[in-house]
């Protein structure tokens, strides 16, 4: 098998970002899960067709689902398309599962999905994380932190030269 070359490191990388959750979000824990997927969405993945907004990850009889996100259809597929919002098995270990179903009990947790990617091995993965809801006031205090570090960095560029 011949070595992969740098271009083919450049083209991995994220498919589907969900922007929102790390807006909207305190992220507490990630996960990493693989996705059980048809081959034209494979297909649909790897042209960058993916929309990860309102979507969520649900945990139903020892299973994990993605819900909500959507895989467009793959063009070239005439007859056997997929169905672009179908729920999506997530493939955990059981002890993460347990992990998972233990902290979702608790009051204010939620399971979003963060973004969606190809690994070294060319596998479609997707970030997950447990996350508890940010507040108003909570959202005004990270942008203002985000400005006030932004204002720094641009008056210690003059140092840093």
Known sequence: MAARSHKDKSKR????????????????????????LLGTEVKSLRAGQADLNGSYARLQDEQCWLVGATI?????????????????KLLLHKTEIRKIRTKLEQ???????LRIYFNDRGLAKAELALASGKRKHDKRQAITERDQKR???????????
């Open 13 to 36: 990388g994220s498919v589907a970002v969900n922007k929102k959750a790390y807006r909207n979000f305190e992220l507490v824990e990630r996960f990493e899960a693989g996705l059980e």
């Open 72 to 88: 467009a259809q793959y063009q070239q597929a005439q007859v056997y398309q997929h169905e672009p919002t179908r729920k999506r």
């Open 151 to 161: 204002d720094v960095d641009r008056s210690m560029k003059k140092y840093r030269k």
């Open 107 to 113: 009051r204010g947790f939620t399971f979003v999905p």
